[in-house]
Structure formats: C-alpha cells, structure tokens
C-alpha cells in the first residue's frame, strides 16, 4: 500500500480517540473507595426489666381519683426489688405507688398516660402478685395520697385450661407528648375469669366493680382484668439531644456488638448497611430490621433520599410492628424519621383474639400514630450529633 493510499482518519474519529485517552486517564486518577472505619446507626431500643404486670380497670364504676391500678412486681439491679402500683386517674395522668425497696425512675412513667402526677413510696400492708395454673392470685393493701384504704384482692380458683396469648399492650390517646415509642410486649397474657374467682376492689371503705370483657373467650366469660407473668417492657429511640457514639468497623465483620446491642450487617461499595439491630434480654430478643438495609450515617451524601420500611418483632406469639423510614442529607444536616404506618400485625392463634383485635381498632392502629423526626449533624471535629423527638400524629379513639 503506497503513503497516498493510507486511510485517513476523521476529524470527528480523531476527537473520539482523544475523548477515550483522556477518559482512562481520568478513571486510572480517581480515588478509589476507601473502607468506613466506624459507622453510625441513630436507633436504639432499651429494655426496663420486670416480672410480672396486672391491670385492673373499673371505669364503668369509677372512683373520685383513680379509675383503675396496675400492679406491677421487680426483681433486678435497675429497679430494686419489691411491688409498684399505678393509679391511673380520671385527668388521664398516673400516680405511682411503690415500696420503698424500689428506686424507680420518675422519667420513665412520662410515657405512660397522660404523665406523671405524683410519686409516692408507701408501706403496703398486702403485697402479693403470683400467677399459678388456676390463674391469677393477688393482695395489695395500702393507703393512698389522701389517706384512704385500697385493696386489690383477686384469687381464681377455676380448674379449666387458660389459654393465653401474646399482646403488645395498646396505648390510648392520652400519651399526647411521648418521650420514646413504648414497647410492652406482653407474654401468656390472659383475662382474669369471672367464674370461680373470689374479687375485690375498694378504696375507703366502698366496694367497685370491676370491667367486664365484652365478649366471652375460650367459652369463658371474663373480666377485663388482664395480666402477663412475662412482660417485656422496651422504649424505642427514646428522645435524645447530644453526641452518638460510633461504631468500629475495623475488623469488616457482618456481626458487631456495641452495648446492649448486635448489629448486623451488609456491605455496599465498602460501606456498612444496617439490616437487623437486635437487643438480648432475659425474656426473648427484640429484633429491629430494615429493608433495604440502613446505611451508616456517615455515607449519606448531601442531597441523596434513603427509603424503605423497618419491622420489630419479638417472640412471633406477639406480632410485629411494621412501617417506613426515610433519611435525606440537605446542607450540614440529615434528617432522619420513622413511622410505624403498618401498625401491629398480631398472631391471631384463635378466633375470639382475631374478633378482638379486629374490631378493637386500638389494638393494631396505635402504633401508626408515632412518629420519631431526628436531625443528625457533623462538627468540624467529624462528630455527629443528633436531637430527636416523638410526635403523635393523629387520635385513635374518641374521648
């Protein structure tokens, strides 16, 4: 082939061809993505140890002050050892009575109801609370802040089978400004039997009647007196304003353990992914999982919108709780929110527990009404820092 006959390039070919160069250069020069050294999860669930848990309502015969107790029985480090009772007043709001071996902590009752009216130790005269085949068998005794006599007397002699079940306790529209989202996830829960039980409810002197369910259960007709020997009592990301601690992901493993908690995890382009947080206890593991899985803080890039939908569950005889998250880095801020849209998806094992949480709209709908908003933000140091609060977002009964 002589020089004159040679193919000839384009103009256009030739700047294609430079393009090219200058793009592999440009790629052989970029940083590669460097590992994540710590990673940053913004939840948290803690977890309020307790023995047993019984609730006795009388709102169809209420008194002056209290509409209903809660007896409630601890045995651990956190709390001392001895019996509390929850008065639940007629304003919503609850007092607490507790022997003075207990050391409970005014901060967590801002959650229950309304809120703390007052706290008050007492000597109690009766404190008994067990749970036996036959069912439940309690006396309390003791004098309330005006001085007058109560007494919870219950004992169920009934020799047919309880049947119990698994609940997470609902909470009603009084809790206006929840500090956390509470979790009571309640084991073997059952109604105290209206036959074949020896009752007694009375506050100075007069006699109440205590509430009836509804509806019979197991062929049964019951009290609305209901009880688990087994409760799990957790606060999920519970209102915090201050500096969250990071997570070392030296060792690049998918299951790390930071305080109570294992985390377990997913890599993407190595970075760590969130896709379970689960917190032991001596009851049953509660488990928080994300799909897709949450990415660490620290890999947010600015403008980039995170979505997708997280579950808590416990023991699978108490359901679960499902609903979305969504996270979006904007200037020097992340905003972070949870909503437990979904609700409570129970266990129903029979049908009188599915006619019950059906048509009792409380029990499932709840927790849709909560929703955690955090806004997450770097120092010049790198620490994050993160303010967070509970709202509700909406009624579910009507006053």
Not at 89 to 99: E, L, M, P, S, T
Not at 206 to 229: C, I, N, V, W
Not at 277 to 292: E, G, K, L, R
């Amino acid at each position: 082939m002589t020089k004159s006959s040679r193919p000839k390039l384009s103009t256009a070919m030739l700047i294609l061809v430079i393009k090219l160069i200058c793009m592999s250069e440009s790629l052989s020069q970029a940083p590669v993505s460097e590992d994540i050294s710590e990673a940053i999860f913004p939840f948290s669930i803690a977890v309020d140890p307790m023995e047993r848990l019984l609730l006795v309502n009388f709102e169809q015969d209420p008194d002056s002050i209290y509409l209903g107790f809660e007896p409630q029985v601890f045995d651990d480090p956190i709390n001392g050892s001895g019996h509390l009772i929850i008065g639940w007043r007629n304003d919503k709001k609850v007092d607490v009575y507790h022997q003075k071996t207990l050391n409970p902590d005014p901060a967590k009752y801002s959650i229950t109801g309304a809120g703390l009216h007052q706290m008050i130790p007492v000597e109690m005269d009766k404190a008994f609370y067990e749970v036996n085949e036959q069912g439940v068998q309690a006396h309390y005794l003791f004098e309330d802040m005006q001085q007058r006599r109560v007494e919870i007397f219950i004992a169920e002699r009934n020799e047919a089978e309880r049947k119990p079940f698994g609940l997470l306790a609902p909470m009603g529209d009084a809790a206006l400004n929840p500090a956390s989202m509470p979790l009571v996830l309640l084991h073997d829960f059952y109604f105290v039997r209206s036959q074949h039980s020896d009752i007694k409810l009375s506050i100075d002197g007069r006699d109440h009647k205590l509430d009836e369910l509804p509806m019979r259960m197991d062929g049964q007709k019951m009290t609305f007196a209901r009880y688990s020997p087994k409760p799990l009592i957790a606060a999920l990301n519970a209102e915090y304003k201050g500096l969250l601690e990071p997570i070392s992901m030296a060792d690049r493993k998918n299951t790390i353990s930071a305080g109570d908690a294992e985390y377990r995890l997913q890599w993407k382009s190595n970075e760590p992914q969130l896709e379970a947080m689960i917190v032991a206890n001596d009851i049953y593991p509660i488990t928080m999982d994300f799909s897709p899985a949450f990415p660490s803080v620290n890999a947010i890039s600015h403008g980039k919108r995170v979505r997708g939908r997280f579950a808590i569950s416990g023991h699978e005889s108490v359901g679960r709780i499902q609903g979305k998250y969504f996270a979006q880095q904007q200037g020097d801020s992340l905003h972070v929110r949870l909503q437990a849209s979904q609700g409570w998806k129970p266990k129903s094992t029979k049908f009188s527990t599915w006619f019950l949480f059906t048509f009792a709209r409380v029990f499932k709908k709840w927790p849709s009404t909560y929703q955690w908003d955090a806004h997450l933000r770097q120092d010049k140091s790198g620490d994050w820092h993160m303010e967070s609060k509970w709202t509700r977002t909406g009624k579910i009964l009507k006053d």
